[in-house]
């Protein structure tokens, strides 16, 4: 069955850097579009960044635009999201998501991890 | 605040019937499918209908979607005291994102 298993979380200065990954098992890894989205506490759900199958392209949020880069390795079957800049707002717990159909990227999320907290604190 | 505007909570009776909307614009729900996600309390999300109306293998009949325009429809029926959770619409926008909105907590009384 499908597996994400995301590690990295973690507490962080602000202006600090932090790397996410994200361990895909159970699908076919290379043949799907990938998702970031995150949850602030006690908050709604945001999406962050998305990734297409072969990682060639890339959106990203306005908020994280410019601070977060989401990108791949097929080979590893892992996701990752590099976070630069990070700022107290960005606190939450950041999931990755699988889109929930193959070489696609426009959504839905078909498939979500169990999420890790990131928070940004001095 | 989000792009996609949803009630803040809803809540019925065990065994009723309830509705959560989602309102968008020309930009995302008009122009592209519209999903819904539950989020049983302190687990992930989970989808929940797909394409405005698609139930993935194992979702009960209980749960349907609709869309209208620039607005979607969650129905929920039978209602359990298990199916108290939060509920998220979503969709694509043509900003090049995808959109969630902000959210409907129910509680079956």
């Known amino acids: 069955q499908v597996q994400l298993v995301e590690s990295g979380g973690g507490v962080v200065q602000p202006g600090g850097s932090l790397r996410l990954s994200c361990a895909a098992s159970g699908f076919t890894f290379s043949s799907s579009g990938m998702h970031w989205a995150r949850q602030a506490p006690g908050k709604g759900l945001e999406w962050v960044a998305l990734?297409?199958?072969?990682?060639?392209?890339?959106y990203y949020a306005d908020s994280v635009k410019g601070r977060f880069i989401i990108f791949r390795d097929n080979s590893k079957n892992t996701l990752y999201l590099q976070m630069s800049s990070l700022r107290p707002e960005d606190t939450a717990v950041y999931y990755c998501?699988?889109?929930?159909?193959?070489?696609?990227?426009?959504?839905?999320?078909?498939?979500w991890g169990q999420g890790t907290l990131v928070t940004v604190s001095s | 605040q989000s792009v996609l505007t949803q009630p803040p909570s809803v809540s019925a009776a065990p065994g009723q019937m309830v509705t959560i909307s989602c309102s968008g614009s020309?930009?995302?729900?008009?122009?592209?499918?519209v999903a819904w996600y539950q989020q049983l309390p302190g687990t992930a999300p989970k989808l929940l209908i797909y394409?405005?109306?698609k139930r993935p293998s194992g979702i009960p009949d209980r749960f349907s979607g609709s869309k209208s325009g620039t607005s979607a429809t969650l129905g929920i029926t039978g209602l359990q005291t298990g199916d108290e959770a939060d509920y998220y619409c979503?969709?694509?926008?043509?900003?090049?994102?995808?959109?969630f909105g902000g959210g409907t907590k129910l509680t079956v009384l």
């Open positions: 990734i297409s199958y072969d990682g060639r392209i890339k």
């Open positions: 998501a699988k889109d929930h159909w193959s070489y696609t990227h426009y959504g839905p999320l078909g498939y």
């Open positions: 979503g969709t694509w926008d043509n900003s090049l994102s995808v959109v």
């Open positions: 394409e405005d109306n």
């Open positions: 020309s930009s995302n729900i008009e122009k592209h499918y």
